[in-house]
């Protein structure tokens, strides 16, 4: 079993271009996410999967700087996008991050990343079919034969293709998946820890300044930090997400 990370990430977004290269104390959001995923202890590697779009060139210099994978796919077929930087690490199970969530919980993906691994049987173990943990900590865990799967079910005009794993999740009589629901220390999805406007920018650029020096920060210390400073929870509180749509 090889256990592999692929990071989703793009320069091109409608509503904060370029959000995964906004630096923080010098340092791109980006840096942030690779700095977390190091922490994993389940993990046998990482590979970031962003197009070939030239905007992107940006995106795979950094990938070679930090001494990481960077695979080049499909602008829009995130669904093999994924699959192919999956393969291209020889990898029999994958691990799904999102760009737009930096400061996701190492300790959370070793969660997720226990359970499918101690429970055989399962395609995929997801930590968002419900919402429960803050957006910005979404982890998602399955062999790539469904997913390769997956991608042989779904014509290439299909626009479910966007959404990577979006067929599996909504196929359960095809694929047996579960849900992990956050711990009540964890049970906060009114806060908002992913990077989608520059609100939410604002927000994470605080969580980040106030943990400078660190990485290994745990979501149970976010909670405290932003319960102690409402009025930084307040900044992106009443932003609209796209994501609620697939979610729930």
Known sequence: MKII???????????L?????????????????????RLSKTLDGIVVATSTAVENDVIEEFCRKERVACFRGSETDVLDRTLQSLKSMAATVGVEVFGDGPLIDPEIIDQVVDYYVK??????????LKTTYPPGMEVEVFSTKALSDSSDRLPRSDPKREHGTLFIRQNPDIYKITNLEAPVRHHRPDLELEVDTSEDFQVIARVIEHFSGRADFALEEIIEFMDSNPEIANINRQEPRRWKQYRD
């Open 5 to 15: 990370a692929s990071v989703q990430v793009r320069m091109g977004s409608s509503r």
């Open 17 to 37: 271009p370029g959000k995964v290269m906004r630096s923080v104390l010098s340092r791109p959001l980006l840096g942030y996410l690779l700095d977390r995923l």
């Open 119 to 128: 429970n055989e049987g399962y395609d995929y173990v997801g930590n968002d």
